[in-house]
Nanobody, 122 residues
Framework: VQLQAFGGGLVQAGGSLRLSCAAS????????VGWFRQAPGKEREFVAGIRRYDNIYYADSVKGRFTISRDNAKIAVYLQMDNLKPEDTAVYYC?????????????????WGQGTVVTVSS
């Protein structure tokens, strides 16, 4: 499964971006999809994940500001990021795995996209 993440860019603090993650040649049906980010000099961290409508998790740092969703055809997963802060600056990755519930640990995810850069200026 090849994943492609896109939608990053440069935005001022308080602004919004929407990231998209698509899988080539298949849908996300039956897969948990997570968004992770990695800032310079820091470890990769979990941001948000979705498996089903009743299995959605967010990192505490983004709760109330970010929203993860998937389209009905399960061909893409989105991360709507509102009220962005400079500390949200990072490379954002989407990842997927055939697991029954969302997990926050990167090693649990089998497939990874190439990353998209989000820069939030103050």
């Amino acid at each position: 499964v090849q994943l492609q993440a896109f939608g990053g860019g440069l935005v001022q603090a308080g602004g919004s971006l929407r990231l998209s993650c698509a899988a080539s040649g298949r849908t996300f049906n039956g897969y948990a999809v997570g968004w992770f980010r990695q800032a310079p000099g820091k470890e990769r961290e979990f941001v948000a994940g979705i498996r089903r409508y009743d299995n959605i998790y967010y990192a505490d740092s983004v709760k109330g500001r970010f929203t993860i969703s998937r389209d009905n055809a399960k061909i893409a997963v989105y991360l709507q990021m509102d009220n962005l802060k400079p500390e949200d600056t990072a490379v954002y990755y989407c990842a997927a795995s055939n697991i029954v519930r969302v997990t926050t640990t990167p090693v649990s995810y089998t497939y990874w996209g190439q990353g998209t850069v989000v820069t939030v200026s103050s």
